[in-house]
Every structure is written in structure tokens, then in C-alpha cells.
């Protein structure tokens, strides 16, 4: 990534796109705490950050949807898209 600047508003949900190799995927796993960045900062809620984890990201109110091809086609797009954060008994999603 090179001189890359991001705003975002607060309470919105956002979508970052552009073409394959653009860098999109590897701003958002900066963000996340996936990957480690070389250089610059990252300000959120107007304090400079450096997640260490995406557990660490999660615990401060960032969450990032993975592009996934195999869906659970008996569930809404939001049941998809939060499916990784639902409480779990071993490999299953409690239904309660």
C-alpha cells in the first residue's frame, strides 16, 4: 500500500472497492490487526491505534466481512455475515 487515506463516518456501513490487487483486502487486514503495518498510523475515534489481533480489533467495535463464496442459504445475509460472532457449543451454532 502506498499514501493511502481513509474516512470513514461513525454509525455507517461502508464497502471499499476496486480492482483485484488493488490492495483492498491487505488495507483491511492492516486495520484488523492481521497484518502488521510498515509504516504510518492508523487514527480511530480519534486516537491512534495498532490492533495486535483481530480479537483485539473485535474487543474495540472493528469487525471486517470476509468475502465468502459458500454461504448458509437458510439464513439472511446478516445471519452470514455475523455467523463468526454467534455463541457456540463445540462446532455448532447455539439456535437459541
Known amino acids: ?12 456501513i461502508h ?3 476496486g480492482e483485484n490487487g488493488a490492495g483492498k483486502s491487505t488495507l483491511l487486514k492492516c486495520l484488523f490487526g492481521i497484518y502488521k503495518k510498515d509504516s504510518g ?6 486516537r491512534e491505534i ?8 473485535l474487543e474495540h467495535g472493528v469487525s471486517m466481512v ?15 455475515m455475523w455467523l463468526g460472532r454467534y455463541p457456540t457449543k463445540g462446532l455448532f451454532v447455539d439456535q437459541e
Open 15 to 17: 464497502a471499499l472497492m
Open 41 to 46: 498510523s492508523i487514527v480511530f475515534q480519534g
Open 66 to 80: 470476509h468475502q465468502e463464496l459458500n454461504l448458509v442459504l437458510q439464513r439472511t445475509v446478516m445471519d452470514n
Open 50 to 57: 495498532d490492533f495486535k489481533s483481530s480479537k483485539e480489533a
Open 1 to 12: 500500500l502506498d499514501n493511502v487515506n481513509l474516512r470513514v463516518r461513525p454509525h455507517s
